[in-house]
């Protein structure tokens, strides 16, 4: 282990003391333009690593920004990847529970850390962190964090329209998207729901309600399932 990755073991023992004794370690470098991430977690089974666990952040000069902790930091490993405890490893941004991104749209990098499946479906769920200029720090969104632990895995950021987009499904047939609009100082507001119902053989009715000037329009039209699937 190189002086850094000492450092970085050694902070994060003081943090957490007994937490992160023992525990495994992975840094993720190529997720963000500004952040490399260590993870510490504790315990890992398999191709799997969950419970509880603990993500710092560090700048390009190598400097601490800020730890957060995580009751259920889940991740996947390739198969037969050999685990030591304690021995840092490398961890691609495809694999890894941090995701990076400016979802509020205000220029800055805001970070989401993986929090268990309480998602649709039992899928991944994820607590939301926004950069605040005031304080300079991370700090946690209970309207993102909801947005990215009901759905189905998290939202997809749209910045050329300022939306976020999640999505669901129930039973074998629906599919659900949904999007909200992000308001500077005032929050999220819900603009568009649209319904895939493909339960009738060879078609599939779709039912898009839209916020239109404040007030909701709603439209419903039958596809052929091949022409539908053809222009999706």
Request: glycine residues 6%; neutral net charge; charged residues 30%.
């Amino acid at each position: 282990m190189n002086i850094l990755n000492y450092y970085r073991s050694i902070s994060a023992f003081v943090l957490l003391g007994p937490l992160c004794f023992g525990q495994y370690q992975f840094e993720v470098k190529d997720a963000s333009k500004n952040y490399d991430a260590i993870i510490h977690i504790e315990n890992c089974f398999g191709d799997k690593c969950k419970d509880r666990g603990m993500v710092e952040l560090f700048d390009n000069k190598n400097t601490k920004v800020q730890s957060f902790t995580s009751d259920d930091l889940v991740l996947y490993l390739d198969r037969g990847e050999r685990l030591i405890r304690g021995k840092m490893m490398t961890l691609s941004k495809e694999k890894s529970p941090v995701i990076f991104g400016d979802f509020n749209f205000d220029g800055t990098e805001d970070v989401a850390i993986r929090n268990g499946n309480l998602g649709n479906y039992s899928s991944a769920s994820y607590d939301v962190y926004v950069f605040n200029s005031t304080r300079m720090a991370f700090v946690k969104s209970e309207e993102l964090t909801e947005l990215a632990s009901d759905s189905f895995d998290f939202f997809k950021a749209d910045p050329v329209r300022k939306r976020l987009i999640t999505f669901g499904k129930s039973g074998c047939c629906n599919l659900f998207t949904t999007e909200y609009q992000v308001i500077p100082g005032k929050g999220l507001d819900k603009v568009l729901v649209k319904e895939e119902d493909m339960s009738e053989e060879g078609y599939v009715k779709v039912k898009t309600e839209e916020k239109i000037k404040n007030k909701w329009v709603t439209r419903t039209k039958v596809y052929p399932s091949d022409e539908y699937n053809k222009e999706k």
